[in-house]
């Protein structure tokens, strides 16, 4: 679904972005979160699973979301088995979110789906979706941009940024981030 209506949103003049029916549904997640999920005991990654689902997220069975994960529309997001967004994330889908299988999304890192036209009289929002590949890891306090995909087996340092795409089993740090080398795992899991 189209969340930006050109019509609606202007940023400069002040006032709401998004529709009367987008701002309700997430004032409804806001508060159902701070209520029922943000002080859930960690382990219940089922409970808040389900509040997720309630409001439209796509999440396997597998997955986990941390308590204190701020996800900003849940409709938005989508995680595949295995995957997790840790304490302190920020999943800001304001365009499509995937967490693809084992993607990790450590303490503090930001997942930013939106922007501005900065160059753009109207400084229009703009939304761009991202997808953290299977394996992947975005590490702790790790920014990763509007329209990035973080590729399989990547990872992005803690307290890098990425605004570009990551490529696969490669390790990335800094800002903005770069190669520091290839990963030696290349997804099999072997006990
Ligand atoms: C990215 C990371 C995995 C790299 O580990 P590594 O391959 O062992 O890398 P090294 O420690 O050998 O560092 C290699 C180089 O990259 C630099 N580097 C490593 N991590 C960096 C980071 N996050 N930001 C900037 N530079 C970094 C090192 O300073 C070193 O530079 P040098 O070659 O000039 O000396 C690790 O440093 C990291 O950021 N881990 C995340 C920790 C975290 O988020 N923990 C919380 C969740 S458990």
């Known amino acids: 679904m189209a969340l930006l209506d050109a019509n609606i949103s202007k940023p400069r003049m002040g006032g709401p972005s ?73 999943c800001y889908c304001m365009d499509k979110i995937e967490l693809r299988p084992h993607a990790l999304v450590s303490q503090g890192a930001y997942l930013c789906g939106g922007t501005h036209d900065v160059d753009a009289p109207s400084f229009q929002l703009i939304s761009k979706p991202i997808v953290i590949g299977a394996n992947a890891w975005v590490a702790a306090g790790a920014f990763v941009g509007p329209g990035v995909i973080v590729g399989d087996g990547s990872v992005l340092g803690a307290r890098g940024v990425s605004v570009k795409n990551l490529a696969p089993y490669t390790i990335y740090a800094g800002n903005p981030a770069r190669p520091i080398r290839r990963r030696k795992f290349d997804g099999a899991v072997r006990d």
């Open 18 to 90: 998004f529709s009367l029916r987008h701002r309700f549904y997430r004032t409804s997640w806001s508060l159902t979160w701070a209520l029922l999920g943000r002080w859930s005991p960690v382990p219940f990654h089922g409970w808040r699973r389900f509040l997720l689902t309630m409001f439209g997220a796509d999440i396997h069975r597998t997955a986990r979301v941390y308590p204190s994960a701020d996800i900003w529309y849940p409709r938005n997001l989508t995680m595949a088995e295995y995957s997790c967004l840790a304490s302190g994330s920020v």
